[in-house]
């Protein structure tokens, strides 16, 4: 068995620690005699994993008794409809517009009511954070909503906007317990657990009880109603078992490692490492204003097409998976989520620079 480095943006590398113990798992969960694919949602087994996963990400991220934890389907793209339909009152809301992401949230909204495009980075192809300091909030703004991490252009959110005392509501898919977060400042925290979390399947939302009723949109399906999900404690139909189990042996993988704190000295290590070198590189070049960058995605070039399909081919044959940037930035991109080991971005970074002695 040879394992690969995966600079995958999502679906992800996962801890192999986890992978392992799944594995050992697979085919007789703790004396049920099955696996956890293979039972029922309402088993007592079943019940314990779900029950605990949810106190380990609740302690995890300090979520505070008056903030519901679902865990739900759909992929983050159909929170993009749910959060309109479940709190667009006054049918308006603000967009802060920083990448493909956002600008898919946006248009979704665009289908239930007003979504306002209060700030944009489309100016300068999303590689910066533009100033939400003072941003012209609509008076009846049910919300406003954010991308924390932009995954496809490589920056996150330092600061999190002046809301003006609306709700934010945010999507952090590839920022995902990268770092502490004060859930207080958020009315809806969600993400796609598939990039930094456990395998695609599963989106937890994390949302302020008074966020959560029955008055929404009408036309909404009973199933994109926060309520329906949060009154029958995600299981008000068969949930995405199999990922949320795996999902639980991350958030013990991240206890194990010490937390959000000691997670976030990880990733800032690992992340120096990279942009350390992209700043001194005479080939290489990030692609991001250097204080909006992310801790997890980081796109760079060299400048060249060409060179820039060489290296990523030349980084496959060498076991660097994935390094391709997305289609709408080209040049190369390398997630280096929770589990990415120091010595993956080492390894890269030692292999870039010989790729760039070869080039010179
Ligand atoms: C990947 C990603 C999505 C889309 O997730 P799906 O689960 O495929 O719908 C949305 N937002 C962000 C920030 C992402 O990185």
């Known amino acids: 068995m040879s394992r690969v480095y995966n600079f995958s943006a999502g679906p992800a590398v996962l801890p192999e620690e986890v992978l392992k113990e799944a594995a050992d798992e697979m085919l007789d969960y703790q004396g049920t005699g099955m696996s956890v694919m293979e039972m029922s949602h309402r088993s007592k087994a079943f019940d314990n994993i779900i029950k605990?996963?949810?106190?380990?990400?609740?302690?995890?991220?300090?979520?505070?008794?008056?903030?519901?934890?679902?865990?739900?389907?759909?992929?983050?793209?159909?929170?993009?409809?749910?959060?309109?339909?479940?709190?667009?009152?006054?049918?308006?809301?603000?967009?802060?517009?920083?990448?493909?992401?956002?600008?898919?949230?946006?248009?979704e909204a665009q289908i239930y009511g007003e979504a306002v495009a209060v700030a944009s980075s489309a100016d300068k192809t999303f590689s910066y954070?533009?100033?939400?300091?003072?941003?012209?909030?609509?008076?009846?703004?049910?919300?406003?909503?954010?991308?924390?991490?932009?995954?496809?252009?490589?920056?996150?959110?330092?600061?999190?906007?002046?809301?003006?005392?609306?709700?934010?509501?945010?999507?952090?898919?590839?920022?995902?317990l990268s770092e502490p977060v004060d859930v207080t400042k958020y009315g809806v925290i969600y993400g796609g657990v598939q990039k930094n979390v456990g395998p695609a399947g599963v989106v937890i939302a994390i949302i302020r009880e008074d966020l959560i009723t029955d008055d929404v949109l009408p036309g909404t399906p009973t199933m994109l109603k926060w309520k329906t999900q949060a009154d029958a404690d995600s299981l008000y139909n068969t949930p995405p078992c199999y990922g949320i189990y795996i999902c639980g042996k991350v958030f013990k993988w991240i206890k194990k490692m010490g937390g959000l704190e000691a997670m976030k000295a990880h990733n800032e290590k690992?992340?120096?490492?990279?942009?350390?070198?992209?700043?001194?590189?005479?080939?290489?070049?990030?692609?991001?204003?250097?204080?909006?960058?992310?801790?997890?995605?980081?796109?760079?070039?060299?400048?060249?097409?060409?060179?820039?399909?060489?290296?990523?081919?030349?980084?496959?044959a060498a076991g660097f998976e994935n390094l391709k940037g997305h289609r709408s930035v080209g040049g190369m991109r390398a997630s280096i989520y929770n589990a990415m080991p120091i010595e993956g971005v080492e390894a890269l970074v030692a292999f870039m620079k010989k790729f760039e002695e070869e080039n010179a």
């Open 270 to 316: 690992k992340a120096a490492i990279l942009y350390n070198f992209l700043d001194e590189s005479k080939l290489f070049k990030g692609t991001v204003r250097p204080e909006d960058r992310s801790l997890m995605n980081v796109p760079f070039i060299t400048g060249d097409k060409d060179l820039d399909a060489k290296f990523v081919k030349e980084a496959k």
């Open 129 to 176: 954070i533009p100033d939400c300091s003072d941003l012209d909030i609509p008076e009846d703004a049910d919300y406003v909503y954010i991308c924390e991490n932009n995954t496809i252009y490589g920056t996150k959110y330092k600061t999190l906007p002046d809301t003006k005392g609306k709700t934010l509501v945010a999507d952090v898919s590839s920022c995902f």
């Open 52 to 107: 605990e996963a949810e106190k380990d990400i609740r302690e995890l991220m300090n979520i505070p008794d008056n903030y519901k934890v679902l865990f739900l389907q759909g992929g983050a793209s159909q929170q993009f409809a749910a959060v309109p339909m479940n709190l667009m009152k006054n049918k308006k809301a603000a967009y802060i517009i920083t990448g493909q992401w956002a600008k898919k949230a946006y248009q």
